[in-house]
């Protein structure tokens, strides 16, 4: 990019960023409840009690809530609801 303004070229890719992002806001569309679960099943490999369990996850904390899957050593899946804020480690 020998001779070109670098504040046009940052200028141009965050217009082409608003543009994208306002593209992808036009295509998208509201899920139901339903379709939450089964958009989990597909990402949890088609495996429906996975699926089921994560959308069971989602009406209870919400949909702005946290979830975090852990892969764990049992053969049994166990969902766990924490209210409030966890924290890993850390300060704050």
Known sequence: SSGVNPVQIVRGMERTGRELVNYL???SNDVSDEQIGE????SAGGNTEIGDMIAGAYKEVGRNGVITLEE????ENN???IEGMQFDRGYI
């Open 25 to 27: 806001k036009e295509l």
């Open 39 to 42: 958009v989990a099943t597909i």
């Open 72 to 75: 764990g050593k049992s053969t």
């Open 79 to 81: 969902l766990r609801v």
